[in-house]
């Protein structure tokens, strides 16, 4: 898509305070080029009024392991995204992309069209870095050890980040997010070196925090960008209002981005605590900005309202509920692995840690059960965290965990049996909205779609993101109706892609009935655009009994229609087919699955003609799948049902 089509689009979706404001902030951009409104020269500091430390460094903690990873920075060896290892030295090249090698252009920020592969390279691969978690693991390192190396390492970084990125110019200064997360490592890693910085290091970051508040202020995101977006932008300016109250403007800063917090907290959350951008890896984004303003809010003595910690605790008991007993969570919506703030070694998925803080805050035991332990992050955040987990009750051994089942307001419902044993069945169905704001920007095409695991082996999946900028096949397919557990009419998906985070024509998903754990029926209406309309309601019901999984695609309309039915299995799984069945067996765990429609399932793995088979745990990475299509055609209103036998024991 042109640059051209994708404004064109945009405009579309604006209404006239968005296209009036977007006037008046492309006003002030031209105006900062000339260099008008900008805070070229900070007041002096107050340098008596240094707000309380967040962080603090615990005892036990993987020093081993925060070192290793400090002693590779050092070494010049980067991990970002999908480049482990990559040889960026060390300082980096802070304004030129890792994966493309294209150096982005010294103009300024506000004006640089970040989109533009061809200007920028991989505008995701120039952020990450610049957003400064690694200076917060040497910081870490120094707090640890003491060992010299690791502090002057942290100055160098930052020193060279500030000589590169001079205010205002370059893509670090495009996105007043990427300043919100720099703005809250910042902080983590100035409590952590504190009583070790020189005048010049202390006065040097000084200014630029400073300035980094002043552009955000100037530069908040709205209206139909006001997503995830404007959460961490209010949670940076906030941190660093708390950290640094240094200036005169910072009463100012704190008190907007409070009230923003507040209010945004409220708003980007249903009152089920499911976040509204429909993606269960930017609901764990949103959750852990609120925690970290919350534990910057106390250690400065106030709080946030209770109806907003209410809608933090209703968020915690969501990712819980769709969390199988194996630790593993539906990849639903957007995914870009984005951490606000990496205080352990680890690489594994953020979601068992996020529940462990959230038991820690709440004092909840069953947060306590699904998270299973403590790691490193929780250590740092949570002062005697040890000791208020083990104040916590311990599950009986083989309990049975009694998960919230339906999320009405979200529209995601579980199915299922003995959950949190061995012996679980959970199914996650979707029949939530396609995603937040006018843009939905992070949600997927996948209405009336579910995932399935048994005993925690994921076995039914969705495939994930891949790619948001580049790649734009991929990031289409990866979103598309055709890479989900639902029905496709007529090659479309159900809704229109209008660029890479926009959408058009929405899907409505409506759940008509949810009875416990063994029925769910609910309808969407994406294809009912077509010139004969189709209607697509879906009946799910389980079978404990049996072990079985019956799905019922009712197809309602008039004329004729190519029709496709898609199973997306995760890695591991083995498929086999005989006629118009489909045998699935990983490890011990089997699925038998029958459906009389067309001419039998067809399978694919790493295809790339067509693109199908394919998942992505992890930004910018993708391995092949198995995937099964059943392919035909119906002539007026059809039901296509199809038999799923859960087998125990099955060889692969």
């Known amino acids: 898509m042109t640059a051209l089509a994708w404004k064109i689009n945009r405009l579309k979706l604006m209404g006239p305070a968005e296209v009036v404001w977007r006037m008046h902030q492309l006003a002030r951009r031209k105006a900062a080029a000339m260099g008008l409104g900008l805070a070229s020269y900070p007041p002096v500091p107050a340098l008596d009024r240094f707000g309380a430390a967040f962080l603090a460094a615990p005892a036990g903690v993987d020093a081993a392991a925060l070192c290793m990873a400090a002693d590779s ?21 802070w304004n030129r992309d890792p994966r493309t090698g294209t150096t982005a252009p010294m103009v300024p920020g506000p004006s640089i069209d970040y989109r533009d592969a061809s200007l920028v390279g991989d505008i995701k691969y120039l952020w990450e870095p610049s957003r400064h978690l690694e200076l917060v693991t040497l910081a870490q390192a120094w707090r640890c050890t003491g060992e010299r190396k690791y502090r002057d390492g942290a100055r160098t970084l930052l020193i060279s980040w500030l000589d590169q990125c001079p205010y205002p110019q370059g893509v670090h200064w495009a996105s007043s997010l990427e300043l919100g997360v720099r703005l809250l490592n ?44 404007l959460l961490g932008e209010y949670m940076g300016l906030y941190i660093a209002s708390l950290q640094w109250p240094c200036w005169p403007e910072s009463v100012r800063w704190r008190t907007v981005a409070e009230r923003g917090l507040a209010e945004q907290g409220l708003q980007q959350n249903w009152e089920d605590g499911v ?72 690489t594994t998925p953020p979601y068992r840690s996020l529940l462990a803080s959230a038991a820690l805050l709440f004092e909840r035991a069953d947060f306590k059960a699904k998270a299973g332990a403590l790691d490193d992050r929780n250590r740092w955040l949570f002062a005697d965290a040890d000791a208020r987990w083990a104040a916590l009750p311990s599950p009986m051994p083989g309990a049975q965990e009694t998960p919230r089942i339906a999320f009405p307001q979200g529209g995601y419902y579980l199915l299922g049996k003995d959950f949190g044993t061995p012996r679980e069945v959970r199914m996650v169905v979707d029949c939530g909205p396609l995603g937040y704001l006018s843009l939905a920007a992070h949600g997927h095409a996948d209405a009336l779609s579910f995932t399935l695991s048994m005993g925690g082996q994921e076995m039914l999946v969705d495939p994930g993101t891949y790619a948001y900028h580049t790649h734009r096949q991929w990031r289409d397919y990866f979103r598309s109706t055709a890479a989900h557990n639902t029905v496709q009419i007529d090659g479309l998906d159900q809704s229109e892609i209008g660029g890479n985070f926009m959408w058009l024509h929405k899907a409505g998903a409506v759940a008509l009935s949810h009875d416990a754990t063994h029925f769910f029926e609910g309808k969407q209406d994406g294809y009912m655009r077509l010139r ?111 038999e799923i036998t859960l087998l125990e024991g099955a060889s692969s």
């Not at 010049?76 to 980096?92: D, Q, T, Y």
């Not at 299509?629 to 199809?642: D, F, L, N, Y």
Request: one cysteine or more; a negative charge.
């Open 73 to 93: 920075l050092l070494a010049g060896r980067w991990n970002v995204f999908a480049l482990e290892g990559a040889p960026l030295g060390f300082p980096p090249q």
């Open 186 to 229: 910042w902080s983590a890693a100035w409590q952590l070196l504190a009583g070790s910085l020189d005048d010049d290091w202390r006065h040097r970051w000084l200014n630029a925090v400073y300035k980094h508040c002043h552009f955000i202020s100037h530069h908040l995101s709205r209206h139909s960008s006001a997503n995830n977006h």
């Open 275 to 346: 976040n509204k951008e429909q993606a269960i890896y930017y609901h764990h984004e949103v959750m852990d900005m609120m925690l970290l303003c919350q534990l910057a809010a106390q250690a400065n003595g106030c709080s946030f309202p209770a109806e907003w910690l209410q809608r933090l605790e209703r968020m915690a008991e969501f990712l819980a509920a769709v969390m199988d007993v194996g630790g593993n969570v539906p990849m639903t919506g957007d995914a870009d692995d984005a951490r606000m703030l990496r205080l352990d070694a680890s």
């Open 532 to 642: 004969d309309p189709v209607m697509h309601r879906r009946i799910i019901r389980y079978d404990s009994k049996r072990n079985a999984v019956i799905v019922e695609d009712i197809l309602e309309c008039s004329g004729e229609h190519e029709v496709a039915l898609h199973w997306h299995f995760a890695e591991g799984c083995h498929a086999e087919t005989v006629g118009q069945t489909l045998h699935i067996a990983r490890r011990d765990k089997g699925l038998h699955m029958s459906c009389h429609f067309g001419n039998g399932p067809q399978l694919h793995c790493a295809s790339t003609a067509p693109i199908a088979g394919w998942i992505s745990r992890s930004f910018d990475s993708k391995a092949g799948i198995a995937t099964a299509a059943w392919r035909g055609t119906i002539r007026g209103t059809s039901t296509i049902v199809t």
